[in-house]
Protein backbone atom coordinates (compact mmCIF):
# COMPACT_ATOMS: atom_id res chain seq x y z
CA UNK A 1 0.00 0.00 0.00
CA UNK A 2 2.88 2.22 0.93
CA UNK A 3 4.35 1.79 -2.67
CA UNK A 4 0.94 2.53 -4.51
CA UNK A 5 0.73 5.74 -2.77
CA UNK A 6 4.14 6.46 -3.42
CA UNK A 7 3.76 5.80 -7.19
CA UNK A 8 0.38 8.32 -6.99
CA UNK A 9 2.40 11.05 -5.35
CA UNK A 10 4.71 10.78 -8.25
CA UNK A 11 2.29 10.75 -11.20
CA UNK A 12 0.74 13.84 -9.50
CA UNK A 13 4.04 15.97 -9.39
CA UNK A 14 5.03 14.91 -12.85
CA UNK A 15 1.82 16.59 -14.21
CA UNK A 16 2.25 19.52 -12.03
CA UNK A 17 5.36 20.26 -14.55
CA UNK A 18 3.52 19.91 -17.56
CA UNK A 19 2.39 23.35 -17.59
CA UNK A 20 4.15 24.84 -21.05
CA UNK A 21 2.19 23.61 -23.61
CA UNK A 22 2.61 19.93 -22.43
CA UNK A 23 -0.42 17.46 -21.34
CA UNK A 24 -0.40 14.24 -19.35
CA UNK A 25 -2.23 10.91 -20.76
CA UNK A 26 -5.59 11.12 -19.90
CA UNK A 27 -5.49 7.57 -19.46
CA UNK A 28 -3.35 6.96 -16.53
CA UNK A 29 -4.39 5.87 -13.27
CA UNK A 30 -3.32 4.34 -10.30
CA UNK A 31 -3.61 0.76 -12.02
CA UNK A 32 -0.93 1.45 -14.72
CA UNK A 33 1.80 0.37 -13.21
CA UNK A 34 5.56 0.62 -15.02
CA UNK A 35 7.41 2.31 -17.44
CA UNK A 36 5.44 4.91 -19.71
CA UNK A 37 6.37 5.64 -23.37
CA UNK A 38 7.90 8.87 -23.85
CA UNK A 39 6.02 12.44 -24.78
CA UNK A 40 5.13 13.07 -27.89
CA UNK A 41 5.39 16.54 -27.63
CA UNK A 42 9.09 17.64 -28.42
CA UNK A 43 10.76 19.53 -25.84
CA UNK A 44 11.14 22.73 -26.25
CA UNK A 45 14.48 24.38 -27.05
CA UNK A 46 16.25 26.97 -25.10
CA UNK A 47 16.28 30.26 -27.00
CA UNK A 48 20.12 31.01 -26.54
CA UNK A 49 20.67 34.89 -24.69
CA UNK A 50 23.52 37.14 -25.09
CA UNK A 51 24.15 38.34 -21.58
CA UNK A 52 23.93 42.16 -21.49
CA UNK A 53 22.70 42.34 -25.12
CA UNK A 54 21.38 45.71 -24.77
CA UNK A 55 24.37 47.47 -24.13
CA UNK A 56 25.68 46.46 -27.32
CA UNK A 57 23.06 47.35 -29.06
CA UNK A 58 23.34 50.80 -27.01
CA UNK A 59 26.60 51.20 -28.55
CA UNK A 60 25.31 51.14 -32.10
CA UNK A 61 23.69 54.54 -33.80
CA UNK A 62 20.55 54.77 -32.81
CA UNK A 63 19.06 56.62 -36.32
CA UNK A 64 17.75 54.48 -38.55
CA UNK A 65 18.13 56.83 -41.80
CA UNK A 66 21.30 58.16 -42.68
CA UNK A 67 21.61 61.75 -41.19
CA UNK A 68 24.02 63.67 -43.45
CA UNK A 69 25.89 62.61 -46.71
CA UNK A 70 28.71 63.82 -48.52
CA UNK A 71 30.17 63.60 -51.87
CA UNK A 72 33.29 62.43 -53.94
CA UNK A 73 33.40 63.61 -57.40
CA UNK A 74 33.02 59.90 -58.63
CA UNK A 75 31.48 56.77 -57.00
CA UNK A 76 33.25 55.39 -53.64
CA UNK A 77 35.26 52.35 -53.13
CA UNK A 78 35.63 52.25 -49.45
CA UNK A 79 35.10 54.15 -45.96
CA UNK A 80 37.35 53.30 -43.11
CA UNK A 81 37.49 54.96 -39.99
CA UNK A 82 41.27 54.19 -38.37
CA UNK A 83 41.65 52.55 -34.86
CA UNK A 84 42.59 55.22 -32.15
CA UNK A 85 43.11 57.97 -34.27
CA UNK A 86 39.06 58.67 -35.39
CA UNK A 87 40.05 59.03 -38.92
CA UNK A 88 36.99 58.61 -41.95
CA UNK A 89 39.40 58.16 -45.12
CA UNK A 90 37.27 57.61 -48.16
CA UNK A 91 38.66 56.68 -51.58
CA UNK A 92 36.57 57.18 -54.70
CA UNK A 93 37.02 54.81 -57.74
CA UNK A 94 38.65 57.67 -59.96
CA UNK A 95 42.14 57.70 -57.86
CA UNK A 96 40.35 59.94 -54.96
CA UNK A 97 41.39 59.77 -51.34
CA UNK A 98 40.35 61.90 -48.94
CA UNK A 99 40.75 62.82 -45.23
CA UNK A 100 37.98 63.58 -42.44
CA UNK A 101 38.30 63.71 -38.94
CA UNK A 102 35.45 62.89 -36.61
CA UNK A 103 34.13 66.06 -34.90
CA UNK A 104 33.17 66.57 -30.94
CA UNK A 105 30.55 64.02 -29.36
CA UNK A 106 27.01 64.43 -31.14
CA UNK A 107 28.88 66.17 -34.61
CA UNK A 108 29.68 64.76 -38.01
CA UNK A 109 33.28 64.77 -39.54
CA UNK A 110 35.37 67.18 -40.79
CA UNK A 111 36.76 67.75 -44.15
CA UNK A 112 40.85 68.11 -43.87
CA UNK A 113 42.95 67.17 -46.79
CA UNK A 114 42.09 65.03 -50.53
CA UNK A 115 44.68 63.42 -52.62
CA UNK A 116 44.95 62.32 -56.21
CA UNK A 117 46.43 59.44 -55.13
CA UNK A 118 46.39 56.99 -58.27
CA UNK A 119 45.83 58.04 -62.21
CA UNK A 120 43.77 54.88 -62.64
CA UNK A 121 41.43 53.24 -60.41
CA UNK A 122 41.33 52.09 -56.69
CA UNK A 123 41.58 48.76 -56.34
CA UNK A 124 42.26 48.15 -52.95
CA UNK A 125 43.23 50.02 -49.23
CA UNK A 126 43.84 49.26 -45.76
CA UNK A 127 44.33 50.64 -42.05
CA UNK A 128 46.96 49.74 -40.06
CA UNK A 129 46.14 47.86 -36.89
CA UNK A 130 47.17 51.21 -34.68
CA UNK A 131 45.37 53.55 -36.76
CA UNK A 132 48.09 55.16 -37.86
CA UNK A 133 48.78 55.05 -41.22
CA UNK A 134 46.92 54.08 -44.48
CA UNK A 135 47.53 52.72 -48.05
CA UNK A 136 46.10 52.01 -51.14
CA UNK A 137 46.87 50.68 -54.70
CA UNK A 138 45.58 51.04 -57.73
CA UNK A 139 45.40 50.24 -61.56
CA UNK A 140 48.41 52.31 -62.34
CA UNK A 141 50.88 50.11 -61.02
CA UNK A 142 51.28 51.73 -57.49
CA UNK A 143 50.80 51.60 -53.97
CA UNK A 144 50.11 54.80 -51.75
CA UNK A 145 51.15 55.20 -48.18
CA UNK A 146 49.69 57.51 -45.68
CA UNK A 147 50.55 58.93 -42.18
CA UNK A 148 47.17 59.35 -40.47
CA UNK A 149 47.96 62.07 -38.13
CA UNK A 150 49.60 64.33 -40.01
CA UNK A 151 47.50 63.26 -43.04
CA UNK A 152 50.53 63.57 -45.41
CA UNK A 153 52.10 60.92 -48.23
CA UNK A 154 54.91 59.42 -46.83
CA UNK A 155 55.95 56.44 -49.39
CA UNK A 156 55.06 55.82 -53.00
CA UNK A 157 56.00 52.45 -53.81
CA UNK A 158 56.25 52.55 -57.98
CA UNK A 159 56.27 48.55 -58.48
CA UNK A 160 55.46 46.96 -55.56
CA UNK A 161 54.30 43.64 -57.01
CA UNK A 162 57.39 42.85 -59.73
CA UNK A 163 57.11 42.62 -63.55
CA UNK A 164 55.99 39.43 -65.61
CA UNK A 165 56.90 38.31 -69.02
CA UNK A 166 54.49 38.55 -71.96
CA UNK A 167 55.05 36.58 -74.88
CA UNK A 168 59.16 36.33 -75.20
CA UNK A 169 60.77 39.28 -74.20
CA UNK A 170 57.88 41.77 -73.31
CA UNK A 171 57.73 42.80 -69.38
CA UNK A 172 54.59 44.33 -68.20
CA UNK A 173 54.31 45.23 -64.43
CA UNK A 174 51.90 43.26 -62.09
CA UNK A 175 48.89 45.05 -61.17
CA UNK A 176 48.01 44.66 -57.15
CA UNK A 177 44.79 43.62 -56.73
CA UNK A 178 44.43 44.37 -52.75
CA UNK A 179 46.92 44.74 -49.82
CA UNK A 180 46.60 44.49 -45.95
CA UNK A 181 48.90 45.75 -42.80
CA UNK A 182 50.58 42.98 -40.73
CA UNK A 183 53.73 43.47 -38.30
CA UNK A 184 57.28 42.63 -38.20
CA UNK A 185 57.92 39.50 -35.76
CA UNK A 186 59.39 40.84 -32.73
CA UNK A 187 59.34 44.45 -33.98
CA UNK A 188 56.60 47.36 -33.94
CA UNK A 189 57.63 48.04 -37.30
CA UNK A 190 55.04 47.66 -39.58
CA UNK A 191 54.82 45.68 -43.15
CA UNK A 192 52.78 45.60 -45.77
CA UNK A 193 51.39 42.61 -47.78
CA UNK A 194 50.17 43.09 -51.51
CA UNK A 195 48.63 40.69 -53.81
CA UNK A 196 48.54 41.07 -57.28
CA UNK A 197 46.09 40.34 -59.98
CA UNK A 198 48.88 37.94 -62.41
CA UNK A 199 49.61 35.10 -60.06
CA UNK A 200 49.49 33.85 -56.59
CA UNK A 201 52.29 35.65 -55.27
CA UNK A 202 52.46 37.76 -52.22
CA UNK A 203 55.05 40.63 -51.30
CA UNK A 204 55.59 41.83 -48.11
CA UNK A 205 57.00 45.69 -48.27
CA UNK A 206 58.39 47.76 -45.19
CA UNK A 207 55.57 49.47 -44.56
CA UNK A 208 57.42 52.79 -43.77
CA UNK A 209 58.70 52.80 -47.75
CA UNK A 210 62.12 52.80 -46.00
CA UNK A 211 63.24 50.39 -48.77
CA UNK A 212 63.36 49.76 -52.34
CA UNK A 213 62.68 46.62 -52.90
CA UNK A 214 60.09 43.77 -51.44
CA UNK A 215 61.31 42.57 -47.99
CA UNK A 216 60.36 39.10 -48.72
CA UNK A 217 57.70 37.26 -51.34
CA UNK A 218 55.46 34.44 -50.45
CA UNK A 219 54.60 32.65 -53.63
CA UNK A 220 53.87 29.13 -52.07
CA UNK A 221 50.65 29.63 -50.71
CA UNK A 222 48.44 30.26 -53.34
CA UNK A 223 48.73 28.74 -57.16
CA UNK A 224 46.35 31.74 -58.21
CA UNK A 225 45.49 35.16 -57.76
CA UNK A 226 45.01 36.59 -54.43
CA UNK A 227 41.15 38.01 -54.40
CA UNK A 228 41.39 39.06 -50.51
CA UNK A 229 43.00 38.91 -47.49
CA UNK A 230 43.37 39.79 -43.76
CA UNK A 231 45.47 40.11 -40.82
CA UNK A 232 44.45 38.41 -37.21
CA UNK A 233 47.15 40.00 -35.20
CA UNK A 234 46.06 37.40 -31.96
CA UNK A 235 47.17 34.65 -33.97
CA UNK A 236 50.25 35.99 -36.21
CA UNK A 237 47.73 35.01 -39.22
CA UNK A 238 46.72 36.23 -42.92
CA UNK A 239 43.90 34.37 -44.22
CA UNK A 240 43.81 34.57 -47.57
CA UNK A 241 41.32 33.50 -50.33
CA UNK A 242 42.23 33.25 -54.18
CA UNK A 243 40.27 33.35 -57.39
CA UNK A 244 39.67 29.59 -57.28
CA UNK A 245 38.35 29.80 -53.74
CA UNK A 246 40.94 28.24 -52.24
CA UNK A 247 41.36 29.74 -48.26
CA UNK A 248 44.88 29.44 -46.37
CA UNK A 249 46.47 30.07 -43.39
CA UNK A 250 49.72 31.92 -43.28
CA UNK A 251 52.45 33.66 -41.31
CA UNK A 252 53.84 36.93 -42.54
CA UNK A 253 57.50 35.26 -42.55
CA UNK A 254 59.45 34.10 -45.67
CA UNK A 255 58.43 30.82 -45.14
CA UNK A 256 54.83 31.13 -44.52
CA UNK A 257 54.03 29.02 -41.84
CA UNK A 258 50.88 27.55 -40.65
CA UNK A 259 50.04 29.77 -37.71
CA UNK A 260 50.69 28.16 -34.02
CA UNK A 261 47.22 29.29 -32.50
CA UNK A 262 44.87 26.62 -34.55
CA UNK A 263 44.11 23.21 -33.07
CA UNK A 264 44.10 21.40 -37.15
CA UNK A 265 46.70 19.41 -38.30
CA UNK A 266 45.64 18.82 -42.12
CA UNK A 267 42.96 21.00 -44.12
CA UNK A 268 40.88 18.06 -44.46
CA UNK A 269 39.77 18.47 -40.99
CA UNK A 270 38.38 21.78 -41.50
CA UNK A 271 35.73 23.76 -43.64
CA UNK A 272 38.64 25.56 -45.81
CA UNK A 273 37.44 23.79 -48.85
CA UNK A 274 33.77 24.68 -48.61
CA UNK A 275 34.53 27.26 -51.98
CA UNK A 276 36.20 25.06 -53.74
CA UNK A 277 32.92 22.70 -53.29
CA UNK A 278 30.46 24.92 -54.20
CA UNK A 279 32.80 26.91 -57.10
CA UNK A 280 32.09 30.37 -55.37
CA UNK A 281 34.90 33.04 -54.23
CA UNK A 282 35.44 35.46 -51.41
CA UNK A 283 35.27 38.96 -52.24
CA UNK A 284 36.00 39.88 -48.48
CA UNK A 285 37.38 38.61 -45.32
CA UNK A 286 36.67 40.36 -41.79
CA UNK A 287 38.27 39.24 -38.62
CA UNK A 288 36.20 39.68 -35.02
CA UNK A 289 38.09 41.76 -32.94
CA UNK A 290 38.68 39.15 -30.13
CA UNK A 291 40.35 36.94 -33.73
CA UNK A 292 38.24 33.99 -32.79
CA UNK A 293 36.01 34.05 -35.77
CA UNK A 294 36.13 35.33 -39.44
CA UNK A 295 33.47 35.91 -41.72
CA UNK A 296 33.23 36.24 -45.57
CA UNK A 297 30.72 37.47 -48.49
CA UNK A 298 31.21 34.81 -51.66
CA UNK A 299 29.93 35.01 -55.12
CA UNK A 300 28.05 34.11 -57.35
CA UNK A 301 26.41 32.25 -54.73
CA UNK A 302 26.12 35.31 -52.24
CA UNK A 303 26.33 33.58 -49.49
CA UNK A 304 27.74 34.82 -45.81
CA UNK A 305 29.64 32.80 -43.57
CA UNK A 306 30.91 32.99 -40.27
CA UNK A 307 33.92 30.23 -39.15
CA UNK A 308 35.55 29.83 -36.20
CA UNK A 309 38.98 30.50 -36.97
CA UNK A 310 41.15 27.38 -34.64
CA UNK A 311 39.36 25.01 -35.51
CA UNK A 312 38.82 26.23 -39.23
CA UNK A 313 34.81 24.76 -38.98
CA UNK A 314 32.07 26.49 -40.37
CA UNK A 315 30.03 28.06 -37.78
CA UNK A 316 27.15 29.60 -39.47
CA UNK A 317 25.63 30.49 -43.01
CA UNK A 318 23.40 33.07 -44.05
CA UNK A 319 22.11 32.90 -47.66
CA UNK A 320 21.35 36.50 -48.68
CA UNK A 321 21.21 34.93 -52.78
CA UNK A 322 18.15 36.85 -55.14
CA UNK A 323 15.77 33.25 -55.01
CA UNK A 324 16.21 33.32 -51.48
CA UNK A 325 14.89 36.88 -50.86
CA UNK A 326 12.47 36.11 -53.36
CA UNK A 327 11.30 32.92 -51.92
CA UNK A 328 11.13 34.97 -47.82
CA UNK A 329 9.10 37.44 -49.49
CA UNK A 330 6.29 35.19 -51.16
CA UNK A 331 6.44 32.79 -48.00
CA UNK A 332 5.87 36.66 -46.09
CA UNK A 333 8.88 36.08 -43.61
CA UNK A 334 10.96 39.00 -45.40
CA UNK A 335 12.58 40.94 -42.73
CA UNK A 336 11.41 43.89 -44.06
CA UNK A 337 8.47 44.73 -45.95
CA UNK A 338 8.45 46.68 -49.51
CA UNK A 339 5.68 47.16 -52.13
CA UNK A 340 6.19 45.47 -55.46
CA UNK A 341 7.35 48.31 -57.28
CA UNK A 342 10.05 48.98 -54.35
CA UNK A 343 11.46 45.34 -53.89
CA UNK A 344 11.27 45.03 -58.06
CA UNK A 345 13.44 47.93 -58.35
CA UNK A 346 15.70 46.68 -56.04
CA UNK A 347 15.73 43.51 -57.21
CA UNK A 348 17.09 44.84 -60.46
CA UNK A 349 19.68 46.52 -58.90
CA UNK A 350 20.97 43.69 -56.93
CA UNK A 351 22.14 42.34 -60.59
CA UNK A 352 24.48 44.94 -60.80
CA UNK A 353 26.51 43.73 -57.91
CA UNK A 354 27.22 40.69 -60.09
CA UNK A 355 30.42 42.25 -61.85
CA UNK A 356 33.48 42.39 -60.30
CA UNK A 357 34.47 45.97 -60.28
CA UNK A 358 31.25 46.00 -58.34
CA UNK A 359 31.99 42.98 -55.71
CA UNK A 360 35.52 44.73 -54.65
CA UNK A 361 33.98 47.31 -53.08
CA UNK A 362 31.64 45.16 -50.93
CA UNK A 363 32.39 44.38 -47.34
CA UNK A 364 31.75 43.06 -43.63
CA UNK A 365 32.39 44.64 -40.72
CA UNK A 366 32.38 43.02 -36.99
CA UNK A 367 31.28 45.46 -33.82
CA UNK A 368 33.95 46.07 -31.34
CA UNK A 369 32.70 43.04 -28.59
CA UNK A 370 32.73 41.19 -31.98
CA UNK A 371 29.21 39.56 -31.39
CA UNK A 372 27.46 41.78 -33.78
CA UNK A 373 28.40 41.36 -38.04
CA UNK A 374 27.34 44.06 -40.35
CA UNK A 375 26.26 43.94 -43.81
CA UNK A 376 25.05 45.36 -46.50
CA UNK A 377 21.56 44.01 -47.88
CA UNK A 378 18.76 44.44 -50.60
CA UNK A 379 16.65 45.57 -47.42
CA UNK A 380 19.60 47.87 -46.03
CA UNK A 381 22.45 47.77 -43.55
CA UNK A 382 21.57 44.22 -41.53
CA UNK A 383 23.30 43.71 -37.93
CA UNK A 384 23.52 40.17 -37.54
CA UNK A 385 24.05 38.99 -33.49
CA UNK A 386 26.01 35.98 -34.60
CA UNK A 387 25.42 33.99 -30.67
CA UNK A 388 21.90 34.17 -31.33
CA UNK A 389 21.36 34.16 -34.47
CA UNK A 390 18.96 36.89 -34.66
CA UNK A 391 19.27 40.51 -36.57
CA UNK A 392 18.63 43.06 -33.60
CA UNK A 393 18.87 45.99 -36.09
CA UNK A 394 18.18 47.30 -39.91
CA UNK A 395 19.97 50.47 -40.61
CA UNK A 396 18.58 52.23 -43.72
CA UNK A 397 15.65 49.98 -44.94
CA UNK A 398 13.32 53.04 -46.38
CA UNK A 399 16.60 55.28 -48.09
CA UNK A 400 16.92 54.74 -51.72
CA UNK A 401 20.33 53.39 -52.38
CA UNK A 402 21.79 49.98 -52.31
CA UNK A 403 24.85 49.78 -48.88
CA UNK A 404 27.99 48.49 -49.98
CA UNK A 405 31.28 49.16 -48.63
CA UNK A 406 31.01 49.73 -44.61
CA UNK A 407 32.53 51.71 -41.76
CA UNK A 408 31.82 51.60 -37.78
CA UNK A 409 32.89 54.25 -35.50
CA UNK A 410 31.75 53.56 -31.47
CA UNK A 411 32.92 56.47 -29.94
CA UNK A 412 35.28 57.13 -27.33
CA UNK A 413 33.65 57.19 -23.88
CA UNK A 414 35.00 58.42 -20.77
CA UNK A 415 37.11 55.78 -18.60
CA UNK A 416 35.93 53.10 -20.69
CA UNK A 417 39.11 51.22 -19.91
CA UNK A 418 37.75 51.28 -16.33
CA UNK A 419 34.16 50.46 -16.57
CA UNK A 420 33.16 46.79 -16.52
CA UNK A 421 30.26 45.72 -18.46
CA UNK A 422 28.42 44.92 -14.90
CA UNK A 423 29.44 48.22 -14.17
CA UNK A 424 27.54 49.72 -17.31
CA UNK A 425 24.72 47.48 -16.49
CA UNK A 426 23.89 49.01 -13.11
CA UNK A 427 21.51 51.55 -13.41
CA UNK A 428 24.02 54.75 -12.18
CA UNK A 429 22.63 57.46 -13.73
CA UNK A 430 25.89 59.02 -13.48
CA UNK A 431 27.99 56.06 -15.19
CA UNK A 432 25.87 56.13 -17.94
CA UNK A 433 25.90 59.75 -19.05
CA UNK A 434 29.71 58.99 -18.81
CA UNK A 435 29.06 56.16 -21.29
CA UNK A 436 27.24 57.51 -23.89
CA UNK A 437 28.12 56.53 -27.22
CA UNK A 438 28.75 59.17 -29.95
CA UNK A 439 28.77 56.32 -32.24
CA UNK A 440 28.55 56.45 -36.34
CA UNK A 441 27.72 53.85 -39.15
CA UNK A 442 29.50 54.79 -42.75
CA UNK A 443 28.45 53.09 -46.16
CA UNK A 444 28.39 53.86 -49.58
CA UNK A 445 25.85 53.37 -51.75
CA UNK A 446 25.95 51.28 -55.62
CA UNK A 447 26.47 53.69 -58.00
CA UNK A 448 26.37 56.85 -55.79
CA UNK A 449 28.69 59.70 -55.20
CA UNK A 450 28.21 59.74 -51.82
CA UNK A 451 28.87 58.40 -48.47
CA UNK A 452 26.14 58.19 -46.05
CA UNK A 453 26.35 58.90 -42.33
CA UNK A 454 24.31 57.11 -39.88
CA UNK A 455 23.98 58.57 -35.73
CA UNK A 456 22.40 58.94 -33.22
CA UNK A 457 19.74 61.29 -34.48
CA UNK A 458 16.53 59.75 -35.26
CA UNK A 459 14.75 62.37 -37.04
CA UNK A 460 17.03 63.89 -39.24
CA UNK A 461 15.82 66.57 -41.84
CA UNK A 462 15.74 65.22 -45.30
CA UNK A 463 16.50 68.72 -46.44
CA UNK A 464 19.67 69.58 -45.00
CA UNK A 465 21.02 65.90 -44.92
CA UNK A 466 22.27 66.05 -48.60
CA UNK A 467 25.37 68.40 -48.33
CA UNK A 468 26.46 69.75 -51.92
CA UNK A 469 29.94 69.90 -50.90
CA UNK A 470 31.65 69.36 -54.74
CA UNK A 471 30.54 70.31 -58.02
CA UNK A 472 27.56 67.87 -59.30
CA UNK A 473 28.71 66.05 -62.54
CA UNK A 474 25.59 66.72 -64.33
CA UNK A 475 26.97 70.66 -64.06
CA UNK A 476 30.40 69.86 -65.19
CA UNK A 477 28.85 67.89 -68.35
CA UNK A 478 26.86 70.74 -69.06
CA UNK A 479 29.87 73.25 -69.40
CA UNK A 480 31.48 70.74 -71.52
CA UNK A 481 28.96 70.11 -73.67
CA UNK A 482 28.40 73.52 -73.76
CA UNK A 483 32.23 73.60 -75.21
CA UNK A 484 31.94 71.54 -77.48
CA UNK A 485 28.79 73.31 -79.58
CA UNK A 486 25.96 71.80 -77.22
CA UNK A 487 26.62 68.72 -78.14
CA UNK A 488 24.74 66.52 -75.92
CA UNK A 489 24.03 69.19 -73.76
CA UNK A 490 20.95 69.02 -71.28
CA UNK A 491 21.09 64.97 -71.07
CA UNK A 492 21.07 63.40 -67.51
CA UNK A 493 24.07 61.97 -65.70
CA UNK A 494 26.06 59.45 -67.50
CA UNK A 495 26.52 55.78 -66.57
CA UNK A 496 29.62 54.65 -65.50
CA UNK A 497 29.79 50.98 -66.18
CA UNK A 498 28.68 48.49 -68.50
CA UNK A 499 28.93 44.63 -69.54
CA UNK A 500 30.23 44.05 -72.87
CA UNK A 501 28.22 40.38 -73.90
CA UNK A 502 30.48 38.55 -76.56
CA UNK A 503 30.70 34.74 -77.71
CA UNK A 504 33.70 34.55 -75.92
CA UNK A 505 32.12 35.46 -72.66
CA UNK A 506 31.39 39.01 -70.58
CA UNK A 507 34.01 42.17 -70.34
CA UNK A 508 33.10 44.38 -67.40
CA UNK A 509 33.62 47.99 -68.36
CA UNK A 510 34.02 51.51 -66.08
CA UNK A 511 33.42 54.34 -67.93
CA UNK A 512 34.74 57.94 -67.31
CA UNK A 513 31.81 60.32 -68.44
CA UNK A 514 33.62 63.17 -66.39
CA UNK A 515 36.95 62.74 -69.01
CA UNK A 516 34.87 62.14 -71.83
CA UNK A 517 31.22 63.02 -71.73
CA UNK A 518 30.66 62.80 -75.25
CA UNK A 519 32.21 59.05 -76.07
CA UNK A 520 30.65 58.06 -73.18
CA UNK A 521 27.53 59.64 -74.13
CA UNK A 522 27.88 58.19 -77.94
CA UNK A 523 28.95 54.68 -76.31
CA UNK A 524 26.20 54.45 -73.98
CA UNK A 525 23.19 55.39 -76.36
CA UNK A 526 24.46 53.02 -79.33
CA UNK A 527 24.63 50.11 -76.82
CA UNK A 528 21.30 50.99 -75.27
CA UNK A 529 19.68 51.33 -78.82
CA UNK A 530 21.09 48.06 -79.71
CA UNK A 531 23.60 49.62 -82.50
CA UNK A 532 26.51 47.19 -81.02
CA UNK A 533 24.53 43.92 -81.36
CA UNK A 534 25.77 41.20 -83.44
CA UNK A 535 28.82 44.04 -85.20
CA UNK A 536 31.85 41.62 -85.58
CA UNK A 537 35.81 42.07 -83.70
CA UNK A 538 36.63 43.08 -86.86
CA UNK A 539 40.32 44.39 -86.00
CA UNK A 540 42.52 42.15 -84.21
CA UNK A 541 46.25 42.45 -83.44
CA UNK A 542 48.02 40.35 -80.97
CA UNK A 543 49.98 42.64 -78.14
CA UNK A 544 47.88 45.59 -79.65
CA UNK A 545 44.30 45.96 -78.99
CA UNK A 546 40.85 44.19 -80.72
CA UNK A 547 38.36 46.68 -82.47
CA UNK A 548 34.58 46.58 -83.09
CA UNK A 549 32.16 49.11 -83.14
CA UNK A 550 31.21 48.90 -86.89
CA UNK A 551 27.99 47.69 -87.90
CA UNK A 552 29.61 46.90 -91.29
CA UNK A 553 32.04 44.36 -89.99
CA UNK A 554 34.67 45.70 -92.22
CA UNK A 555 35.93 48.88 -90.52
CA UNK A 556 34.48 51.57 -92.38
CA UNK A 557 31.20 52.22 -91.57
CA UNK A 558 29.41 53.58 -88.40
CA UNK A 559 27.95 56.59 -87.31
CA UNK A 560 28.03 58.79 -83.96
CA UNK A 561 24.38 58.80 -82.69
CA UNK A 562 24.32 63.19 -83.53
CA UNK A 563 25.16 61.60 -87.00
CA UNK A 564 28.15 63.25 -87.63
CA UNK A 565 31.67 62.88 -86.52
CA UNK A 566 32.61 64.11 -83.31
CA UNK A 567 35.83 66.02 -81.62
CA UNK A 568 38.63 64.38 -79.44
CA UNK A 569 38.62 64.35 -75.72
CA UNK A 570 41.88 64.35 -74.89
CA UNK A 571 42.78 64.64 -70.92
CA UNK A 572 45.57 63.07 -68.59
CA UNK A 573 44.33 59.69 -68.89
CA UNK A 574 47.08 57.25 -71.08
CA UNK A 575 46.31 54.06 -72.73
CA UNK A 576 47.43 51.62 -70.21
CA UNK A 577 46.84 48.32 -70.66
CA UNK A 578 42.62 47.61 -70.88
CA UNK A 579 41.62 50.81 -71.97
CA UNK A 580 38.92 51.29 -74.14
CA UNK A 581 39.03 54.16 -76.24
CA UNK A 582 38.09 55.55 -79.57
CA UNK A 583 39.23 54.46 -82.83
CA UNK A 584 38.99 57.26 -85.45
CA UNK A 585 40.45 58.05 -88.95
CA UNK A 586 42.47 61.35 -87.80
CA UNK A 587 41.65 64.20 -85.67
CA UNK A 588 38.14 64.92 -84.08
CA UNK A 589 36.79 62.03 -86.85
CA UNK A 590 35.07 59.82 -83.59
CA UNK A 591 31.99 57.90 -84.63
CA UNK A 592 30.93 54.50 -83.46
CA UNK A 593 34.33 52.20 -83.47
CA UNK A 594 36.19 51.96 -80.10
CA UNK A 595 39.17 49.30 -79.24
CA UNK A 596 40.44 47.64 -75.79
CA UNK A 597 44.42 47.82 -75.77
CA UNK A 598 46.17 44.33 -74.55
CA UNK A 599 49.42 46.21 -73.91
CA UNK A 600 50.50 49.13 -72.71
CA UNK A 601 50.59 51.85 -75.85
CA UNK A 602 51.32 55.22 -74.63
CA UNK A 603 52.05 56.35 -78.62
CA UNK A 604 48.52 56.48 -78.76
CA UNK A 605 48.51 59.26 -75.91
CA UNK A 606 46.71 62.10 -77.54
CA UNK A 607 45.63 60.98 -80.38
CA UNK A 608 42.70 58.88 -79.38
CA UNK A 609 39.43 59.53 -76.79
CA UNK A 610 40.22 57.15 -73.79
CA UNK A 611 36.86 56.85 -71.98
CA UNK A 612 36.76 53.74 -69.99
CA UNK A 613 38.73 50.61 -68.80
CA UNK A 614 37.92 47.31 -68.34
CA UNK A 615 37.46 46.05 -64.56
CA UNK A 616 36.68 42.53 -65.39
CA UNK A 617 36.78 39.69 -68.29
CA UNK A 618 40.49 40.19 -68.69
CA UNK A 619 40.69 36.57 -69.52
CA UNK A 620 38.28 37.05 -72.94
CA UNK A 621 40.32 40.21 -73.86
CA UNK A 622 42.92 37.87 -74.30
CA UNK A 623 41.00 34.94 -75.78
CA UNK A 624 39.78 37.49 -78.31
CA UNK A 625 43.70 38.48 -78.72
CA UNK A 626 44.60 35.39 -79.47
CA UNK A 627 42.03 33.64 -82.45
CA UNK A 628 43.68 33.77 -85.72
CA UNK A 629 43.98 36.08 -87.47
CA UNK A 630 44.57 36.86 -91.65
CA UNK A 631 45.18 40.72 -92.35
CA UNK A 632 44.21 41.68 -88.89
CA UNK A 633 40.62 40.30 -89.77
CA UNK A 634 39.84 37.17 -87.51
CA UNK A 635 39.35 33.71 -89.45
CA UNK A 636 37.02 32.80 -86.69
CA UNK A 637 34.17 34.77 -85.92
CA UNK A 638 33.84 36.67 -82.35
CA UNK A 639 30.46 38.91 -82.03
CA UNK A 640 29.78 41.61 -79.65
CA UNK A 641 26.06 39.73 -78.72
CA UNK A 642 25.20 43.05 -76.74
CA UNK A 643 26.22 45.77 -74.09
CA UNK A 644 24.47 46.07 -71.29
CA UNK A 645 24.70 49.25 -69.24
CA UNK A 646 24.14 49.74 -65.76
Known sequence: MASRKRFRDETVADQADLTNGATADDSSSESDVGPSLPSTTPARKKRRVLPHEHLYVAALPDGR?????????????????????????????????????????????????????????????????????????????????????????????????????EGTDVKRKKIPSC????????????????????????????????????????????????????????????????????????????????????????????????????KSVPSTIAISPTGKHFATLSFPDRKIRLFDFASGKLHRTYDESLSTLQSMRQAGTALVSLDDLEFGRRLASERDIETPATQKRLNLIFDETGHFLLYGSLEGIKVLNTHTNRCVRVYGAEEAFRPLNLALYQGQPDRKDLVTVEM?????????????????????????????????????????????????????????????????????????????????????????????????????????????????FHRVIKKFMIQTGDPLGDGTGGESIWGHEFKNEITSLKHEKYTLSMANAGEHTNASQFFVTTEECRWLDGKHTVFGRVTGGWDVVHRIEGVKVKDERPLEEVRVVNIEVL
Open 424 to 536: AASENPLLKEAEARDAMLVTTGLGKIRFYMFTNETSPSKKSRDVQNEKPRDLAQSATNAQNGGEGAGKKQLPTQAIMHTTMGDIALRLFPNAAPLAVENFTTHAKNGYYNANL
Open 179 to 278: LTWVPRSGSGVPMLAVANETDGSIAIWDGRGEARAPLFTVSGVHRKPVACMAYNSHSDCVISADTSGMLEYWTPTPSADKPSGVSFVTKSETNLFEFKKV
Open 65 to 165: RYSRSLMHKDQLFSTTFTPHTSFLITASVDGQVSFWKKAGRDEHVDFVKEFKAHTGEVTGTAASWDGRQYASCGRDGTVKVWDVETFDLVSIIEDPCGEYT
